[in-house]
């Protein structure tokens, strides 16, 4: 698609300046352009964003192919419930497994995704998905837990998935949580995952608040592996994991959202009505810090699987 075919109707982002459908900086345009960056930014190298006029979207052009269709980049795939949003998220890992068993995957913790860990479990009992050859990259883990604690993310993806499938728990890997030295911990893990080519797939879940991994709401945008304060929203969601809210940490170490986008593929998972004004920022929003999973409608190739109650601000 030409850029003047584009032009008029949608608004073009180079560094901070929007222009709307008639040139003026800002007409007729949702995009949150204080936080823009992504022109000259090292993630995107000589991209073109632009902002659809109507509804706020953006589309990359450059380095990155310019995707545009209906108005939407992400691909949204709507589901029954909880389990049939469970098994659709499983079909889309289980397939990458299946096309390249040595793939890398990206994973998340979490209620969410725990059904469609169940599903592929119950798969590779079935012998019709193999682990062995796969390795995987977790999200984030919580600051001063130990490996074995059982509120550790990394006792977590024992006990939920990897405890139940052939993988390798030496290609399995969690940020160190329980390394006090935050800079030490976060850069070694950033070594870890770009030595591994970065995922074929990340896993994402979304948080309340628009969090991925444990990127909170910010004034920008973060990149590598990073030691986070957790929002009280944060800390409130994550108590019902653990006897008393005063139990839960008050930090974590977590991918940057730079990390998180270098994936060829990005899956969002999402259910219930408390997710709904999240996933609609993410998939509608203007692209903001104040809701990090925006940045994902900058990715090319993200798809979002969410039940009927996540998706009913989307209609």
Not at 95 to 104: E, F, H, N
Request: net charge negative; charged share 20%; aromatic share 8%.
């Amino acid at each position: 698609m030409k850029e003047d075919a584009l032009r008029g109707k949608m608004g073009f982002v180079r560094g901070q300046t929007a222009l709307g459908r008639r040139g003026r900086a800002g007409a007729s345009t949702r995009l949150d352009t204080r936080h823009i960056h992504y022109a000259t930014s090292p993630w995107w190298p000589h991209t073109l964003v632009a902002a659809d006029a109507g509804r706020g979207q953006v589309l990359v052009r450059g380095a990155l192919p310019l995707l545009y269709e209906k108005g939407r980049v992400m691909k949204i795939i709507k589901a029954k419930d909880y389990e049939d949003m469970s098994r659709k998220a499983a079909n889309i890992i289980s397939a990458q497994v299946i096309l390249k068993p040595d793939c890398v995957l990206g994973l998340a913790t979490g209620s969410t995704p725990i059904g469609a860990y169940k599903q592929l479990a119950a798969w590779y009992e079935k012998g019709d998905v193999d682990f062995a050859e796969v390795s995987t990259y977790n999200l984030d883990e919580y600051r001063g837990l130990s490996h074995d604690d059982p509120q550790s993310y990394h006792y977590f993806m024992r006990e939920n998935f990897f405890d139940h499938i052939n993988i390798d728990l030496n290609n399995t890997y969690v940020p160190d949580g329980s390394n006090p030295d935050a800079a030490a911990a976060c850069s070694e893990y950033d070594k870890i995952v770009a030595a591994a080519g970065y995922p074929d797939l990340q896993l994402l879940g979304i948080g309340n608040n628009g969090h991925i991994g444990f990127n909170e709401p910010d004034d920008h945008f973060s990149k590598g592996t990073h030691c986070v304060d957790l929002t009280e929203s944060t800390i409130q969601a994550n108590s019902r994991l653990f006897d008393s809210i005063d139990d839960v940490p008050r930090q974590a170490y977590t991918m940057g959202t730079q990390t998180i986008m270098y994936a060829r593929m990005i899956l969002v998972v999402a259910n219930g009505e408390a997710k709904a004004q999240a996933v609609h920022d993410m998939c509608y929003g203007p692209v903001t810090p104040a809701c990090p999973a925006s940045i994902l409608q900058l990715h090319t190739n993200c798809v979002v699987v969410a039940d009927e109650a996540a998706l009913s601000l989307c209609e």
